[in-house]
Nanobody, 124 residues
């Protein structure tokens, strides 16, 4: 599967953005989908995951109810709605896909397929 992330940009603190990740290929519904981010000088961090069975999981320490992951299997797309953005949310955001594991992976090394990243910049 090939992944194409989009929707990043510059936004003021308190604003919102919606990221999209479009997947090419077949059987999108069989993949767990994850969003990760990497800020300058920091390690990649799990943000949210969408299970192929409909479950959702979040890095509550980082997003604490501000972000929502969703997916549209008919459009082969996963979304990340980000509200109440903070300057510390500034990062390159990546989507990833996995269908090997029984549950949504939260470690980046467990994903094989990655999108190219989209930059989110939150100004104070």
């Amino acid at each position: 599967v090939q992944l194409q992330a989009s929707g990043g940009g510059l936004v003021q603190a308190g604003g919102s953005l919606r990221l999209s990740c479009a997947a090419s290929g077949r059987n999108f519904e069989s993949y767990h989908m994850g969003w990760f981010r990497q800020a300058p000088g920091k390690e990649r961090e799990f943000v949210a995951g969408s299970s192929r069975t409909g479950g959702r999981i979040y890095n509550t320490d980082s997003v604490n109810g501000r972000f929502t992951i969703s997916r549209d299997n008919l459009k082969n797309t996963v979304y990340l709605q980000m509200n109440s953005l903070k300057p510390e949310d500034t990062a390159v955001y990546y989507c990833a896909a996995d269908r090997v594991h029984a549950r949504v992976p939260v470690q980046g090394r467990e994903y094989v397929y990655w999108g190219q990243g989209t930059l989110v910049t939150v100004s104070s």
